[in-house]
């Protein structure tokens, strides 16, 4: 049975992105403020609600491999998702894309910034972006985080990871790498013993 939905879930999951939409996309998510998490949130609501190109579960798998490996995690996830639906050029086009408004506004606000810096448009700059670009953070993070408030074993993961980042100071990388390896080797185990009794019980008819 679980075959079977798996197999449904695979279907109704199968679009593919163009190298357009891919540039699209990206072009869409670099233009988001609010930094990372803004950029994941349009990724999320492109790629997943709205293109259903790849599941939830996978988008999650691939934002939290891209925490992991030495680079910045947006660029991560560009070189993923571009290599995913166009291989090689497609990694081009999504890494272009993503940095493209940055790199223009960048060298634009400098520009502006170097003849108008004693202006009072700059000086209120730090009042009126910070809090837009902090509540956008926040929403960014809810809803990434939505299926994980409710009592799970994801939500215990997190709140233990939580209080070792904020109390012990341990390395975010070494709690990305340990909760990688609890999940690969141990919760792994546990889902396949849990889907056997499942299964068992269902042969025997109870």
Known sequence: MKRAEDKQELGDYATRVTRGQLFSIFLKAGLAFGGGLGILAVLE?????????????????????????????MTAL???YGYKFAGIWGTVIALTALVLPAFVLTVALTIAYRYLRDSRLFQLLPVTIVPAALALIVVAALKLGKDLFRPSRELLIAGV?????????LNPALLL????VLGALILKDLDESKESVRKEEKGTGT
């Open 161 to 169: 990871a939580f209080a070792l980042a904020l109390f012990v100071r």
């Open 177 to 180: 790498l340990a909760g990688g």
């Open 45 to 73: 609501e492109e790629l997943v609600d709205k293109r259903r190109a790849v599941t939830r579960e996978e988008f999650l798998t691939i934002y939290g491999m891209g925490r992991i490996v030495p680079s910045g995690t």
């Open 78 to 80: 560009a070189v993923a």
